[in-house]
């Protein structure tokens, strides 16, 4: 008489390897090195919530709860939304593999992220801020010329910070009598070409000869003697470069994403086409390239400036 076997039923509670297994999936999963940072510290931080709580099963019930607690720590609806996102897909890809019932997993997609009412407004530089961020220092050293000609790329190119770690030299190229940067590959796994202006690319010469840089990743890191060190260098250096830039231009509160919108709204203040800007900035949809190009709202010359009940 054969022994009748156990039907195995996908667990309701997931314990640390189980969930270690799920967020590696969804890492693999990603092409974008940001989005794997981002997703790994997503994941991390409910990972930290969940385990914290009493043992409770992987369900949409548990994902409200979370949404709520994140909602209480006054996260921004941006920061909510992005971490179940992550949620999300780390229930999707558990089910995936048979860690999770797929009707837990078909609940917790069902969950609705937070409303966003209104639109926040931005930080772009005006003409006057950009050219003091570019200004050179008195003193031209190989340090000085990198960091010019990396700020010279975000706003005048408009590119994130992981396209400008990843720029080879063999990606600049002359195509129809201008410099471009040839098939760059940006966020999403978009494919790309972007112009290069004249003055972007006398700086970014002016560092790279100096640097003796003809091959491989145009921006290196330089060690405490002023030489050329390793094959790139970290976002932490970016963000050390923009932030040391701004404090010199007297620029409060800059992040080394807001060259890339000013580079947008400058395009579109000296006329520039949208559908052209999209293709510069590589926008998968026209309406994002209208969110970087800022609100309509005029600040400048407010609406309610003159109502009639000034002084």
Not at 46 to 73: D, G, K, M
Not at 185 to 208: E, F, L, M
Request: hydrophobic share 40%.
């Amino acid at each position: 008489m054969s022994r009748s076997r156990k039907r195995k039923y996908p667990k309701r509670i997931l314990a640390l390897p189980h969930l270690a297994q799920a967020k590696a999936s969804v890492l693999n999963t990603l092409t974008s090195k940001n989005s794997q940072r981002t997703y790994d510290h997503a994941i991390d931080d409910f990972v930290r919530w969940y385990c914290s709580e009493p043992r409770l099963a992987l369900n949409r019930t548990v994902v409200l709860r979370y949404r709520i607690h994140l909602e209480q720590i006054l996260y921004a609806p941006a920061t909510i939304n992005l971490r179940l996102a992550a949620v999300r897909r780390l229930a999707y890809e558990a089910a995936d593999s048979g860690l999770l019932s797929p009707e837990l997993a078909a609940g917790i997609r069902r969950v609705k992220g937070v409303r966003r009412l209104g639109v926040r407004i931005g930080n772009w530089l005006t003409v006057d801020q950009g050219r003091r961020l570019l200004a050179e220092p008195l003193i031209e050293t190989l340090r000085t010329k990198r960091n010019h000609a990396m700020l010279a790329m975000l706003l005048g190119c408009g590119l994130r910070r992981g396209e400008l770690l990843a720029l080879k030299m063999s990606s600049v190229q002359l195509r129809e009598e201008h410099w471009v940067i040839a098939d760059l590959i940006g966020k999403g796994g978009h494919i790309r070409t972007v112009p290069i202006p004249n003055w972007v690319k006398v700086a970014v010469d002016s560092w790279t000869v100096t640097a003796g840089i003809d091959k491989g990743c145009v921006f290196r890191s330089i060690n405490k003697a002023g030489r050329v060190w390793g094959e790139g260098m970290t976002p932490k250096v970016i963000w050390e470069v923009v932030r040391e830039a701004a404090k010199r231009a007297r620029i409060d509160k800059l992040a080394p994403h807001d060259p890339h919108r000013t580079c947008a709204r400058l395009c579109h203040l000296a006329g520039g086409e949208l559908d052209q800007i999209q293709f510069l900035l590589g926008h998968a949809s026209v309406q994002t390239t209208e969110q970087y190009l800022g609100c309509k709202q005029k600040l400048r010359q407010a609406v309610n400036d003159r109502i009639g009940l000034e002084p």
